[in-house]
Nanobody, 126 residues
Framework: QVQLVESGGGLVQAGGSLRLSCVVS????????MGWFRQAPGKEREFVAA?????????YYADSVKGRFTISRDNAKNTVYLQMNSLNSEDTAVYYC??????????????????WGQGTQVTVSS
């Protein structure tokens, strides 16, 4: 039984920063990679960032957030983070973390992930 819980969302002005956290409980030894996705009102859920869990660290970012967002991990705390800087109105969305348990090779795709959190709201005001 695996549970993912996001936190850190909130209201921030354009240009500001937030750090999201996602704590995983259960079969954490089986994690191969973690990802962040987001869904804005009226839009489909989209990939934001991903990170491999063990061994060498590999990170992946959507073009829309590259250079502004940073994904990181703390295996001892079973936690993945998303540091979001230079936020703008296009970043307003519900942010979800997800866990890949099968070493997926297409980490920007939703189908690669086995477990999902309930989401945390990020609202950027102008």
């Amino acid at each position: 039984q695996v549970q993912l819980v996001e936190s850190g969302g909130g209201l921030v002005q354009a240009g500001g920063s937030l750090r999201l956290s996602c704590v995983v409980s259960g079969r954490t030894f089986s994690i191969d990679a973690m990802g962040w996705f987001r869904q804005a009102p009226g839009k489909e859920r989209e990939f934001v960032a991903a990170i491999t869990w063990s061994g060498g660290i590999n990170t992946y970012y959507a073009d829309s957030v590259k250079g502004r967002f940073t994904i990181s991990r703390d295996n001892a705390k079973n936690t993945v983070y998303l540091q979001m800087n230079s936020l703008n109105s296009e970043d307003t969305a519900v942010y979800y973390c997800a866990a890949d348990f099968h070493f997926g090779s297409r980490l920007s795709e939703e189908y690669e992930y086995d477990y999902w959190g309930q989401g945390t709201q990020v609202t950027v005001s102008s």
